[in-house]
């Protein structure tokens, strides 16, 4: 059996992070989304992967290739267009055949999640085997009405009231072949574009049987906005074997889980608790903090007295002395001037908000830093108020507040007007 990945779309909801990169090539404790989907895909026994891919695809296929160096092989589908979930899977039907696995590629799963899919698939023999979950506010998801393990209906995206109790889609399919046909009769959505829980729908509402296996939180991460990316850090973190393969200096503290990639350097007098990861040939301390749920990339540099607090920091960036950077995430190249401090918590203690596709939204956690795309600069003194987020290729002069979001390729400063005595 194949498994068929959908790794087309940009991720809007992610900016400025991936005005540079998929979604899915966004890095959580050191590898990118998708290679931790395909490992569980691996581990669950799968090794032909169909990727159908679109926005930015050269960074996946550069990155993953055919396959070769992870165990697996790998065929590409260019999707011309972005015409929705439906769409992208019918495109698959000339790489498999029989029954296939269908995964959205923005997932962190387990494989205890896959098999619970194909054992159900294989009990039960029907159209389509869904996998569902149990979430604290399901109305931000499909929603299905089951029976047993039988799927009645889908709703997306219903009212708290209808959503309360019932499982949610978690984008985890088996399939047999007769989706495709369904999917060429899938009509356009609301949206535009072409659901592939329509076309489960359209086969529930002819009377196929489409059944529904239950997995556990613990199985399943979606990473759809922003402060989803520190939740599947973390969620990663707690499960990386600790490992010093750098060189660690006296007098160097790690306490817990803590894994130093090869080339990495830790110097004296620095303290970092675990779970953490430290990538390739990346350089920290001396005199530094690391605190817990920290994943830092390769050849990156932090400097002394920084604490730097339950983030990802990507590849290439230089935080400098005196700077604190927490519940954050920081895009590649970028370059932290002397003191900069990132706020992570309202004075009020209420949820911090962020403005996602124009819209401000709760994000329901009461500490979160903020995003900062590739390439960004600040001066000395920077303060980023909790919640905001830089675009990319953004320089940020020396003791600038900034409270609210700044576009791509802007260049803030303070007016000074300058007056000089006469003598």
């Known amino acids: 059996m194949k498994a068929v990945v959908l790794a087309a779309g940009e991720g809007q909801r992610l900016r400025p992070l991936t005005y540079t990169r998929p979604k899915h090539m966004i890095q959580v404790a050191g590898k990118p989304l998708l290679e931790h989907l395909l490992a569980a895909l691996k581990e669950a026994g799968f090794k032909d992967i169909v990727m159908i891919v679109n926005y930015k695809a050269e960074r996946i296929k550069k990155y993953f290739g055919v396959g070769a160096k992870f165990g697996l092989k790998i065929e590409y589908i260019h999707q011309k267009e972005i015409k929705g979930t439906a769409n992208a899977f019918g495109m698959a039907e000339s790489k498999v055949t029989g029954d296939f696995l269908a995964v959205y590629g923005d997932l962190l799963i387990t494989p205890n999640a896959v098999d619970a899919a194909l054992k159900l698939h294989k009990s039960e023999n ?11 506010n399901p109305e931000q ?8 393990v039988r799927v009645v209906e889908i709703v997306e995206k219903p009212s708290a009231k209808f959503a309360a109790g019932k499982p949610i889609n978690t984008g985890i399919y088996v399939f047999s072949p007769e989706i495709f046909e369904t999917i060429k009769q899938t009509k356009d959505s609301s949206r535009g574009e072409q659901e592939i829980t329509d076309s489960i729908q359209m086969l529930i509402k002819a009377g196929r049987k489409v059944v529904a296996a239950k997995i556990s939180g613990e199985e399943w991460r979606h990473v759809g906005r922003p402060w989803d990316l520190l939740e599947a850090n973390t969620h990663v973190l707690v499960k990386t074997e600790p490992k010093i393969l750098g060189k660690v200096e006296e007098n160097v503290h790690l306490k817990g889980s803590v894994f130093v990639a090869e080339g990495a350097i830790i110097r004296s007098g620095a303290y970092i608790e675990g779970p953490a990861y430290i990538g390739e040939d990346s350089e920290i301390g001396p005199n530094c903090y690391i605190r817990p749920y920290t994943s830092i990339g390769k050849n ?38 002397a003191g900069t401090i990132t706020a992570n918590l309202r004075l009020d203690y209420k949820p911090v908000k962020m403005m996602v596709r124009d819209r401000l939204v709760d994000t329901g956690s009461e500490k979160l830093g903020v995003m900062i795309g590739d390439n960004v600069k600040t ?32 260049i803030l400063f303070i007016e000074q007007k300058l007056s000089q005595k006469s003598r």
Do not use: Q
């Not at 029907?126 to 604290?136: G, I, K, Q, R, S």
């Not at 007295?305 to 190249?333: F, P, R, W």
């Not at 303060?383 to 507040?401: E, R, T």
């Open 300 to 337: 990156v540099r932090i400097g002394n007295a920084c604490e730097i607090k339950n983030c990802i920091i990507m590849d290439k960036t230089h935080i400098a002395h005196l700077s604190y950077v927490g519940d954050s995430v920081v895009g590649e190249d970028c370059n932290f001037g």
């Open 141 to 148: 998801y499909g929603v299905l009405k089951t029976d047993g």
């Open 379 to 410: 001066g000395v003194g920077t303060l980023l108020m909790p919640g905001i987020k830089i675009g990319c290729n953004s320089w940020i002069g020396p003791n600038v507040i900034v409270n609210r979001d700044v576009p791509s390729d802007t």
């Open 126 to 136: 029907p159209a389509v085997t869904m996998t569902v979950l149990h979430v604290e």
